[in-house]
């Protein structure tokens, strides 16, 4: 465990305690209807993997700290106690965004001291993004009876472990999801609140459960993959042409037209009455007339993008009224994301021209001879937005190959860390 006052110091000085901005935020909901208690407790819900198995690439010293160490995972690099593990050792590894439930084991390495959610941190000048959990402590789950079952002829080697109670049965293998073995949920987002959590929700008065309807099957959620979770993607698709856009902060909307029926949908359910939301019914379906549109078109097809502007993450690019800027169109027939030129083509069909309502634009390139830093430190830098204020650091870049590989197209994104710094 890092129970240490070396990184205690350090996460004091980092300020990572959050107390008391959670205790601003309750402050300011105080006064708030049921309607938002409803609409957070929906947003909370996530479909993201935020803790699997996975190995220790690597180990390697921090310059002048003697209890801490950076281990590799996949492509993150996360601080952990000096000689804790091995190069290869299996363990759980907890994204960033994770709140950790209230073990013992989590309060000794001072995870109740930023109350137990996961995020960028930097100790010693070194980055850590994450949190390992060696699996002895699965085995000692506290709210779980766990059995383990052992390879029949490998010694000592653990394959699976057994809930006595619920006869759940967790294989020991690469990726494997624990989130909810755990009991691990998500960092609640925003969602269109300010920064901090303040103000409005453009969601407060559509998301209610009466008002919702699970988002359609037949189409993708916008979730991307962050590059550390692919590193091997720079090798795989090395010689691929990829186009990179600027990654918005805002509000993720869906609009659908599929076999005569049409629809909006925030990031996990369908909206049925849209209408309820001021900025929703205004940007969309006054401003662009975006099912109009969509019906107009018959295709089967799903805009997907970010209502940004002034309601929204507290205004951040300064915009004096909102907009919808298109990041991705799935193709619902052949279920796969259109290409940059077939984005291009259909938007100038919907007379929406993809240069006035698509992300921001940075550059096309090769991944060809690029480290996993290079195209890290690449998403650092100010937005290409331009509103009142001109100096708004972005939130990151998404890569998309200009060509189908593989029946697909490549696609994952790369946040910027100096944007988590500053934002945590």
């Known amino acids: 465990m890092i129970n240490t006052d070396e990184v205690t110091q350090q996460v004091s000085e980092i300020k990572i305690n959050t107390e008391t901005t959670t205790t601003k935020v309750e402050d300011n909901n105080n006064n708030e209807t049921e309607t938002t208690t409803v609409e957070e407790n929906l947003l909370e819900e996530s479909d993201r993997v935020l803790a699997y198995f996975e190995r220790i690439k690597a180990l390697e010293p921090i310059k002048g700290a003697d209890v801490i160490e950076i281990a590799t995972v996949l492509g993150w690099r996360v601080i952990v106690k000096k000689g804790l593990y091995k190069v290869g050792d299996m363990v759980v590894y907890c994204e960033i965004d994770s709140v950790l439930p209230k073990w013992d084991y989590f309060i000794g390495d001072r995870l109740d001291k930023c109350q137990f959610k996961i995020k960028t941190i930097k100790l010693r000048g070194e980055l850590s993004q994450g949190y390992c959990i060696p699996i002895k402590q699965l085995i000692a789950h506290p709210e779980r009876t766990v059995t383990v079952n052992y390879h029949k002829e490998i010694k000592d080697e653990i394959v699976e472990l057994v809930d006595t109670n619920t006869k759940e049965v967790i ?9 909810k073995f ?13 920064r901090g959590g303040g103000g409005t929700s453009i969601f407060s008065k559509v998301m209610v459960k009466s008002n919702l309807l699970e988002f359609p099957s037949f189409i993708r959620k916008t979730d991307q993959t962050r590059i550390q979770n692919c590193p091997h993607y720079l090798e795989d698709f090395a010689q691929v042409q990829f186009e990179v856009t600027e990654k918005l902060e805002g509000s993720s909307i869906t609009a659908y037209h599929h076999k005569g029926v049409s629809g909006i949908c925030s990031r996990n359910y369908e909206i049925k009455n849209v209408e309820e939301s001021v900025e929703i019914n205004q940007v969309l379906l006054k401003d662009l007339n975006i099912l109009e549109r969509l019906q107009k ?7 997907q993008g970010e209502i940004i502007g002034p309601k929204i993450q507290g205004n951040i690019y300064g915009l004096e009224k909102s907009e919808f800027r298109v990041f991705d169109i799935f193709l619902i027939e052949t279920q796969r994301y259109a290409t940059h030129q077939e984005r291009v083509d259909i938007m100038k069909q919907m007379e929406l021209p993809w240069e006035d309502y698509g992300v921001p634009f940075i550059c096309e390139m090769k991944l060809a001879g690029k480290k996993l830093s290079e195209i890290l430190d690449m998403a650092n830098g100010f937005s290409q937005l331009k509103g009142s204020r001109p100096k708004v650091l972005r939130e990151g870049l998404v890569f998309k190959s200009k060509s189908v590989e593989n029946n697909r197209v490549v696609t994952f994104k790369s946040i910027s860390n100096q944007y988590l710094l500053k934002k945590e």
């Open 171 to 179: 294989p020991l293998q690469i990726g494997y999801n624990v989130t």
């Open 182 to 194: 755990i009991g691990i949920t998500k960092i609640q987002d925003n969602h269109g609140r300010g």
């Open 297 to 303: 078109l018959k295709l089967s097809i799903a805009i």
